[in-house]
T-cell receptor, first 114, second 114 residues
Framework: AQSVSQHNHHVILSEAASLELGCNYS??????LFWYVQYPGQHLQLLLK??????LVKGIKGFEAEFIKSKFSFNLRKPSVQWSDTAEYFC????????????FGAGTRLFVKA | GAGVSQSPSNKVTEKGKDVELRCDPI?????LYWYRQSLGQGLEFLIY????????KSGLPSDRFSAERTGGSVSTLTIQRTQQEDSAVYLC????????????FGSGTQLSVL
């Protein structure tokens, strides 16, 4: 079955630490990849997305993600986290076939200590 | 409307009762999803409506769950004979068309089954 795996369920970092959240997917073929973020008390919102082209994509608030096709991965990174990055992060995938049905990973809760 | 609207925001019910959750997508959005968010399970796909096509119901966990989308707009998720394990946040999301564009999420319905 098609799936999205996020390796870390809970991450605790101090401010200014670097962040990398793993995401792997099991889909074959052409995929579209997303990271969504849910800040406490807020709606889920898009952080960044990859459709094609440069596999290193940049999103809002200094986040970036790299698509590595050979590893079926789309890891999220930020060089220096802030307390305001405390949130839950979700990786998501869809394909150009199958009506662009979007499947999410289990999420990673990030807590940044001030 | 300005965003995806869900009602009620909170619902407390007794085990065995039926509940209906409502979603008003953004006007003109043809794709509509229902997800379930619970601790440790991330965002679980339930059902996907795409334009006039038959809905993808592959994520519904049991035959107690059903959903309709009337007139290509409002959607209702119905859970019959609720069980305690149905307690979760039920999220609705919509998208402008069947494409790789981002999803817009509502604030969810927190369902508690006593």
């Amino acid at each position: 079955a098609q799936s999205v795996s996020q390796h870390n369920h809970h991450v605790i970092l101090s401010e200014a630490a670097s962040l990398e959240l793993g995401c792997n997917y099991s889909y074959g073929g052409t995929v579209n990849l997303f990271w969504y973020v849910q800040y406490p008390g807020q709606h889920l919102q898009l952080l960044l997305k990859y459709f094609s082209g440069d596999p290193l994509v940049k999103g809002i608030k200094g986040f970036e993600a790299e698509f590595i096709k050979s590893k079926f991965s789309f890891n999220l990174r930020k060089p220096s986290v802030q307390w305001s990055d405390t949130a839950e992060y979700f990786c998501a995938v869809n394909r150009n076939t199958g009506g662009f049905k979007t499947i999410f990973g289990a999420g990673t809760r990030l807590f940044v200590k001030a | 409307g300005a965003g995806v609207s869900q009602s009620p925001s909170n619902k407390v019910t007794e085990k065995g009762k039926d509940v209906e959750l409502r979603c008003d997508p953004i006007s003109g959005h043809t794709a509509l999803y229902w997800y379930r968010q619970s601790l440790g399970q991330g965002l679980e796909f339930l059902i996907y409506f795409q334009g006039n096509s038959a809905p993808d119901k592959s994520g519904l966990p049991s035959d107690r769950f059903s959903a309709e989308r009337t007139g290509g707009s409002v959607s209702t998720l119905t859970i019959q004979r609720t069980q305690q394990e149905d307690s979760a946040v039920y999220l609705c999301a919509s998208r402008r068309q069947e494409s790789a564009e981002k999803l817009f999420f509502g604030s969810g319905t927190q369902l508690s089954v006593l």
